[in-house]
């Protein structure tokens, strides 16, 4: 049952991200020649005006179709005829779609929450080794952790997590000063707690009580952490921490969900342990669609500022064949690192 809803779950957010193309051309005056939900061959068809909506076989996406939108067109409507802030704001709509439905999806997840752990201390366990003027105290609150921005409680939980060099440096905010900690020692040490030994940094955090203000708030700060996430995953693939191998495709995306799914404790408890997921890869789609890469909406952006620039300065028009050629090689690129991510999302799911 999981798999499914994980397919139908990816399909639709990446319908969304076209859907989002689709609402601003529409505004904007641009013949839309075809909006899809779905890929493959077409199961159903519906010629509404100039408009061809069409439902697909595969739950994989959707896509926008506008006239003029991979070379030129002598139609007035045409996507390459508009003016260049009508083309940015349709090219940027899929993403932030997908940003709105992230955020959408966290509120909801959020809308009945009771409390919140902030980033303010409220107690230390007996045995914490880290106290006093020169470490932490009660009331202390955490403002970074290696130039991270900590804003609740689960923020220090990640970035003390990322934190493997033994030390970190920590800014902290005491009686309206702020203070840095250089070359902290922090880490997880055992603490008995009703009997039981426990794996813990030793560290109570303040309740925030969840007011409709509060929880629009939190679910803002979720929806950012989401982008620090895409960030620190991207710094990764660049510095080498991690290899494109270790990344996941919609095949591993669908497992994970899958996964997910059978080890929650109730259906109602997966179905919001996915929608998580989903919000996640909702806001993933955003930023990673906005990259300044060919064949992506953020390399078509760049594309779109240049050649700007250039006519205006020119005053000549340029030929959109050399962009279209380069974002035809691009997104071949693209595919096959696609297939190469899925081979290897089946490898780790066949080895187990």
Known sequence: MYIIVAILAFGILIATHELGHFLLAKACGVKVNEFAIGMGPALLKKQRGETLYSLRALPIGGFCAMEGEDGDSQDERSFGRQKAWKRFLILIAGS??????????????????????????????????????????????????????VFYSRDFSNYMARSTGGSIDMVIERDGERILIDDFGLSKKNFVIDGQTVEKYGITFNIISATAGERLKYSLYSTYDFIRLVKMGLTDLITGAVGVKDMSGVVGIVSTINEVGEQSASVS???????????????????????????????????????????KITRRKLDTKYEAYINAVCLGLLMLLMIYIMFNDVLRIVNG
């Open 96 to 149: 932030a779609m997908n940003f709105l439905t992230g955020l959408i999806i966290v509120i909801l997840i959020f809308s009945g929450a009771e409390a919140f752990a902030g980033n303010t201390i409220d107690a230390l366990e007996p045995g914490f080794e880290y106290g006093g003027e020169q470490g932490l105290m009660i009331g202390d609150k955490i403002v970074s952790i290696d130039g991270h921005r």
């Open 269 to 311: 408890a997966a179905m919001l342990n996915i929608a998580y997921i989903c919000a996640f890869i909702a806001v993933n789609l955003a930023v990673m669609n906005m990259l300044p890469i060919p064949a992506l909406d953020g390399g078509r952006v760049l594309f779109l500022i240049i050649t700007t620039v250039i006519e």
